[in-house]
């Protein structure tokens, strides 16, 4: 017999101004694991030992995170990559990502296998070259100065990338240029002994590590955090756009951009005043774009230089490792409410703790353990809340995690 269903209603704040009540079922005890699970997107590696989970419960909102997990196959052995990519405005540069950077790792790393100092040099270059990639073909459509593009007509442009009955190659293209993503990566050799971490953005990236089995879980997180309310990075900003004191405005890159680093790195203004803003359907709101273009001085404002970091995983023989990685989603979970907040270092030693007893036996109760905590933990009205709230707008952001187990 099917269970009897409760609906309440709760206030919330989501990306528009009414609070609500907005009306959200509530789940019994035994069925939050399963409603969990029934909302998320998962994909397992071969071997079990890695898996990503994506979830944006709200009907009407297109999930646009992506996530890889992929064996490289090179003269030494087998390489693992997994991946988070978190898109910014649309999926179409991460989906990028996704189709292009396994093919250019694979042919970076083929000269680099006798000698691993040059794996930082090829994830970077990988990173930098997708995003030249996209300028590329960007310009490859409006090879015209500067000066002639300000003359062109909107009906010249919108008839070059416009152009969907034909087949939709340049808006494909132009599209590319629109969006952006972060990218979180991790490379593991096929010894198992190096791990490789590259971020580019605002992605979480954690290593869980213990002596032994009858020791407590320790996390040290491997990423950086690109964001506009990172002071060491709006202060590197501010640094290379002196005369501009609205280059950082309201925690973002010219009002607008809350990432400091992000692909594509971004255009002059004039490529957004007559291209970007003739591109239909484009942008999702043109008003705050147009909003933010008188403080376009001097691109570009964001990069495409990602971090690495290398951890020997043999440095202390004999431990358990696992790596978690998340997009800035996971993290929102708990900073978006004032009652949960805490510091990123807390708040990871949190997680490793809640993963580490059966991430090795049970992956997918790790991630679903992981996911209840962000939602609610213990809390069944939050975690029924969260999941199925009768909002017109997502009221979270596109949450990604994988976990990988070394």
């Not at 999926?91 to 000698?115: C, M, Q, R």
């Not at 100092?117 to 073909?137: C, M, N, Q, S």
């Not at 997009?327 to 990871?348: F, H, I, K, M």
Request: negative net charge.
């Amino acid at each position: 017999m099917p269970s009897l269903q409760v609906f309440r209603r709760a206030y919330m704040q989501g990306y528009g101004s009414d609070r609500g009540p907005w009306r959200y079922r509530l789940f019994p005890e035994h069925e939050i694991r399963a409603q969990i699970l029934k909302r998320c997107t998962t994909n397992v590696s071969g071997d079990g030992g890695s898996l990503s989970a994506s979830l944006q419960p709200h009907v009407s909102s297109a999930n646009e995170d992506r996530s890889l997990i992929m064996d490289l196959s090179l003269p030494n052995g087998v390489w693992s990559l997994t991946c988070v990519l978190d898109g910014h405005g649309g999926h179409e540069t991460a989906d990028y990502l996704v189709a292009e950077l396994p093919s250019l790792l694979i042919a970076g790393l083929l000269p680099t296998v006798a000698n691993l100092e040059g794996v930082p040099d090829v994830l970077t270059r990988a990173i930098y070259d997708v995003d030249e990639a996209i300028k590329r073909d960007f310009l490859d459509i409006f090879p015209e100065e500067v000066d002639e593009i300000a003359t062109m007509s909107d009906a010249t442009v919108k008839a070059r990338v416009n152009d969907q009955s034909s087949g939709g190659l340049n808006y494909r293209k132009v599209l590319r240029c629109l969006r952006g993503s972060t990218i979180l990566l991790a490379l593991v050799d096929p010894t198992k002994k190096h791990l490789w971490v590259l971020n580019l953005g605002d992605g979480v990236a954690v290593l869980g590590s213990r002596q032994d089995a009858s020791s407590q879980w320790s996390a040290s997180i491997l990423s950086d955090n690109h964001n506009g309310n990172n002071l060491v990075e709006a202060d590197r900003i501010r640094q290379q756009h002196a005369d501009e004191p609205e280059c950082i405005f309201d925690d973002r890159v010219l009002g607008n951009l809350a990432l400091l680093a992000t692909t594509p790195s971004n255009c002059p203004r004039i490529y957004t005043e007559k291209i970007f803003l003739n591109v239909k359907p484009g942008f999702r709101v043109p008003a705050a774009i147009e909003s933010f273009i008188p403080r376009n001085l001097s691109p570009p404002y964001v990069s495409n230089l990602a971090s690495v970091r290398y951890v020997n995983l043999h440095a202390q023989s004999g431990c358990d490792y696992f790596i978690l990685m998340c997009s800035d989603g996971l993290v929102d979970l708990y900073t978006d409410n004032p009652d949960r907040a805490e510091s990123l270092t807390s708040l990871v030693q949190k997680w490793v703790g809640i993963v580490g007893d059966v991430v090795r036996d049970d992956i997918q109760e790790a991630m679903l353990r992981l996911f209840r905590h962000a939602l609610g933990a213990e809390d069944i009205d939050s975690v029924s809340c969260m999941l199925t709230v009768e909002m017109p707008v997502a009221y979270m952001d596109d949450t990604t995690i994988i976990l990988q187990v070394l």
